[in-house]
């Protein structure tokens, strides 16, 4: 049950830097980490759980959502960051 906690906590931090011009996602990427790490919940832990009647997989997928929530997070902004131009536009 605690990295279900600390995921709540980690989404509630980047839904805050997601308001802060420096550190801002586009509204795209922000949603497709979003929903990335709630499917990653949905999937492995919710319905894995159910079919394999392990409890405790749902806490592991929810550590799993996080760190692909926190990699996703950096590695946009690393390649958002090489792909823009001095006034940071983004160059696809």
Known sequence: MEYIKLFIILILFLFFLQYVC??????????????G??????????????????????????????????WFFFVKKLSNAINSDKNGVIRY
């Open 22 to 35: 420096p550190l801002k996602l586009e509204p795209f990427q922000f949603a497709e980490m979003i929903f």
């Open 37 to 70: 790490a709630f499917f990653i919940i949905l999937f492995f832990g919710i319905f894995g759980s159910i079919l394999t009647l392990d409890p405790d997989l749902l806490n592991k997928s929810a550590l799993f959502a996080s760190l692909y929530a926190i």
